[in-house]
């Protein structure tokens, strides 16, 4: 079966082979994200946990009561950083928004498992302190890309009261994934990952949100670059597939778009990308 061959796998999980201008994305992203830290109000690495790794930025609202919008970086959950992402606030604060870019550890030397309750310790230090930044607790909204569109999903299905017992059960009820992956088995069997990831059978299974029940009263947007690989244009139908259109009413392919042009959309504010953040966020759609 092709969709099994690690050499097919490979490629179509490979996503700087695909983007051989991949070099000079990332140092424009290197470059938005210091003038952003620069031009924004930001209160940087705030400990959210006591990893030296759990550490977030925090790009206050310009207004009290604003929506908050927490995003998530990827980069296989084995690279990366925060202040790599930086250029995500400018759009969304100007637009009224809180915008909170927490770190997270990498693999090889943590889990996927890992990095996803350190996420969850992300959100419960957004929810306790929002309100110092001019974020409404109340309107929390989670963004992430490739790896964290996975944490993203993971994210949407969890259950609060476990984390810590001051947090309310629908802590999180909106969430895009912008080229997330939600069935963790390829990713298990693609060769340049499996050294870092070290995924095995059974946590595959249970790291995939595709097989998790939908999540009740939850709303997520999947959306994918239509340029991507098959596998990640799978891959998004996937997740609205398995929890329907009732929990994930938006499941688009964006034209003419890969895998790292998508996040220019989610910063440009007459962008379809960025009028659903926006939309989940309840902001009203920039003037054109």
């Excluded at 930001?42 to 604003?66: K, M, Q, W």
């Excluded at 060769?191 to 998790?212: I, K, M, N, V, Y």
């Excluded at 709303?219 to 990640?232: D, I, K, R």
């Excluded at 009413?249 to 895998?259: R, S, T």
Aim: a neutral charge; charged letters at 20%; proline letters at 8%.
């Amino acid at each position: 079966m092709a969709r099994l061959d690690p050499d097919w796998l490979g490629r179509q999980y490979d996503n700087r082979a695909r983007i051989p201008e991949h070099p000079e994305i990332f140092d424009r992203w290197a470059q938005a994200s210091a003038l952003s830290r620069e031009s924004l109000s930001r209160r940087l690495d705030v400990a959210y946990g006591n990893g030296p790794s759990e550490t977030l930025d925090v790009f206050p609202a310009p207004h009290a009561d604003a929506p908050v919008l927490v995003y998530i970086h990827g980069g296989w959950w084995r690279s990366f950083d925060k202040r790599d992402h930086s250029f995500i606030a400018p759009s969304f604060v100007h637009a009224g928004a809180m915008v909170v870019v927490p770190n997270y550890a990498l693999c090889p030397a943590v889990h996927i498992e890992d990095i996803a309750m350190q996420m969850t310790r992300a959100l419960a230090w957004t929810w306790r302190h929002a309100a110092l930044y001019g974020g409404d607790p109340s309107r929390i909204v989670v963004a992430g890309h490739s790896a964290g569109g996975h944490l993203a999903a993971m994210l949407l299905c969890c259950d609060w009261r476990r984390v810590a017992p001051d947090l309310p059960p629908d802590l999180l009820r909106h969430a895009l994934s912008i080229s997330g992956v939600f069935e963790l088995e390829p990713l298990r069997r693609t060769p340049f990952l499996q050294a870092d990831l070290r995924l095995t059978a059974e946590s595959a299974r249970a790291l995939s949100p595709a097989l998790f029940p939908p999540p009740a009263s939850r709303t997520l947007y999947a959306t994918v670059g239509a340029e991507e690989s098959e596998e990640f244009l799978r891959q998004n139908s996937l997740i609205q597939k398995r929890w329907g259109k009732r929990v994930v009413p938006v499941c688009e392919a964006l034209p003419g778009l890969h895998h790292l042009n998508v996040l220019h959309d989610l910063v440009d504010s007459q962008a379809r990308l960025h009028g659903l953040a926006r939309e989940l966020l309840g902001l009203p759609a920039a003037r054109r």
